[in-house]
């Protein structure tokens, strides 16, 4: 493996800029000068007068929702990250999305964006947080130039990956290179060494890459001398030396070979490689049936979706494979796929997961929707969570949705924060991303403004502790869960209690400070926090005939005991709800639901 250094410029050499609109400065949030420093580590970075910026950012924005109730009717659901129309810090407007979009687990979202750059050869950057990491045309450290960005991913840590080609300082042929985070680089020439690969063989072009560290996996052209360049997919194992030694390689499908469970070779290898944090792997690929081209999937469980053979659909149609196939991966050998099903005279489409058997299917009922038939899905954007659980999108009789598990967060018709209307959303892949823990998501949507926005989804806000609570008089504990955005400047986050007694009184707890305390005061209930505690008094609600309370929180104005703080970016609250209860027998008590930890950003 080669491996370089010198053209590392390190992230403490370079602010980032903000996004411009109209000439008008954008409300800063996310980004601070540590933040970035931790959350990812780009390469290669150029030493053009866009690098040399403030820390004014644009608005990071989020779709919030609950994830016991979906979307629904709801108004209101979500923030433009970056849309179509945006002018970049080196004066390029934003055009597309069409390449390579990606979230990590923090909620970091990057993109490979086009713009309306007057060069035809140079117009697309690569942004994270709305910040240019990297612009075709830019110069690196080591004199090299950036002739063409063709792929990227972010890991659940931060960790930038990037393919790119570029021209040598010394003025020879155009390369392409390979760089995952601030140490691990690999250039065009370098011997492939994995086995079942001639041993002279070296890399000629990096298309794609995905990661989920300690793996990745990359789509590249491979050549031996003397012989046809062919394309191919490879499992970098990064296990044993980290991002700093030589991975592992193994061979995943190649162009031209012929894997028992196909009709013929291997023609063509899908640009959307999928992989998990566990090595677990799906790569699409066409091959040649007998002249007709068709479509499967290569995993690390064998070959899946091979026309001809039967599928979990509904209908009993066997897969078909007559369209490109979308591929996903979990840990766990979990894979999820979004390809055709049915006859000679009928074609259908169908996703389908190793978790969760069929996720939809065309002329089918939608499972998160399930009065309504799924219209139609083509080469659908996919993607899997590490726990397994699927986001998709899917056109009904009424529009489109995106889907995630059992809810749907986003549809055609929902205004947006900014009073956008949603008016499409794009299917084709790569249009959806998710952070591993599924707490976040990435969508590209169409507005009534005209605009094609990148959107992202945050699915819930906070996370239980691991206090011991006790059941209330329903015979449940009190649940509490979070939603809206963990970003204090956007103070969007709102808790609801549920499982609770019906038309019990109750109120909002909150503390700087975890505890416990077994029947405090008489309570039936354990109190989870400690120190200094808030008590939300100013809003009293009942639980209602459905026994549940949701709180607005205000972030600048938190109740402490001599008076409303505001949060700060890196604090740490905790927060239950107090609640009148009942005992069998006995006079009035009280309880306390599950408590919630939220570390704001």
């Avoid at 117009?123 to 990227?152: H, P």
């Amino acid at each position: 493996m080669q491996t370089t250094f010198e053209h590392i410029l390190s992230a403490r050499d370079f602010i980032l800029t903000p996004l411009k609109r109209d000439g008008l400065r954008f409300l800063p949030v996310r980004s601070s000068p540590e933040s970035l420093k931790t959350r990812w580590r780009p390469v290669g970075l150029p030493q053009e007068s866009h690098m040399k910026l403030s820390f004014d950012t644009v608005v990071l924005v989020h779709i919030s929702f609950l994830a016991s109730t979906g979307l629904g009717g709801a108004q209101n659901a979500g923030h433009i990250v970056v849309q179509t129309g945006d002018v970049l810090a080196n004066g390029w407007e934003v055009a597309d999305f069409s390449d390579s979009i990606a979230m990590s687990e923090a909620g970091a979202w990057a993109a490979l964006v086009h713009t309306t750059e007057p060069s035809s050869s140079r117009d697309s950057v690569v942004l994270v947080d709305g910040q240019i990491v990297l612009a075709e045309g830019d110069t690196l450290a080591n004199g090299d130039v950036v002739e063409f960005l063709t792929g990227m991913d972010l890991d659940r840590d931060g960790t930038l990956a990037l393919a790119y080609r570029y021209a040598p300082a010394s003025g020879s042929a155009v390369h392409s290179r390979l760089s995952i985070g601030s140490t691990f680089t690999l250039d065009s020439g370098a011997l492939v060494g994995a086995p079942g690969v001639p041993a002279s063989a070296t890399y000629r072009r990096f298309d794609h890459v995905a990661v989920a560290l300690p793996y990745a996996v990359v789509a590249a052209t491979v050549g031996v001398p003397g012989s046809v360049d062919v394309e191919a997919a490879f499992l970098l194992d990064f296990t044993n030396g980290g991002l700093a030694g030589s991975p592992g390689v193994s061979l995943l499908a190649a162009e031209g070979s012929s894997p028992a469970a196909l009709a013929g070779p291997i023609t063509w290898i899908g640009q959307r490689p999928a992989v998990a944090s566990d090595g677990t792997y799906a790569v699409s690929v066409a091959f040649d049936d007998a002249g007709t081209f068709r479509h499967a999937v290569a995993t690390s469980g064998g070959v899946i979706a091979v026309p001809g053979t039967g599928s979990p659909a509904a209908s009993g149609h066997p897969w078909t494979g007559l369209f490109g196939i979308t591929v996903a991966a979990a840990p766990g050998g979990i894979r999820a796929v979004s390809a055709t099903v049915g006859t000679p005279q009928t074609t259908i489409g169908l996703l389908v997961s190793t978790a969760g058997g069929v996720l939809a299917e065309e002329s089918q009922l939608l499972a998160a929707r399930p009065t309504e038939i799924v219209y139609s899905f083509d080469n659908t954007s996919l993607e899997l969570s590490d726990s397994g659980e699927a986001a998709f999108i899917v056109r009904l009789g009424g529009g489109k949705v995106l889907v995630y598990g059992d809810d749907v967060v986003l549809e055609s018709g929902v205004s947006l924060v900014s009073g956008q209307l949603v008016t499409d959303m794009f299917v084709a892949s790569p249009t959806l991303a998710i952070g591993r823990s599924g707490e976040a998501l990435l969508a590209v949507v169409q507005h009534a403004g005209g605009e094609t926005a990148l959107v992202t989804i945050e699915r819930m806000v906070g996370n239980t502790t691991s206090c011991v609570v006790r059941p209330n008089s329903t015979g449940q504990m009190g649940r509490l869960v979070g939603s809206g955005s963990s970003y204090v400047a956007e103070n969007d986050v709102r808790l609801r209690a549920s499982r609770l007694p019906q038309m019990a009184f109750g109120y909002l707890l909150t503390s700087r400070t975890a505890g416990f305390s077994a029947l405090p005061g008489g309570s039936s209930g354990n109190l989870c926090l400690g120190g200094a505690i808030g008590r939300f008094v100013g809003q009293i609600q009942s639980s209602g005939a459905q026994g549940q309370i949701e709180t607005v929180v205000d972030l600048t104005a938190l109740p402490q005991p001599l008076g409303a703080v505001a949060a700060q970016p890196g604090e740490t609250w905790y927060f239950q709800l107090w609640h009148r209860d009942s005992s069998p027998g006995g006079p009035p008590t009280s309880n306390f639901t599950a408590s919630l930890a939220i570390d704001l950003r």
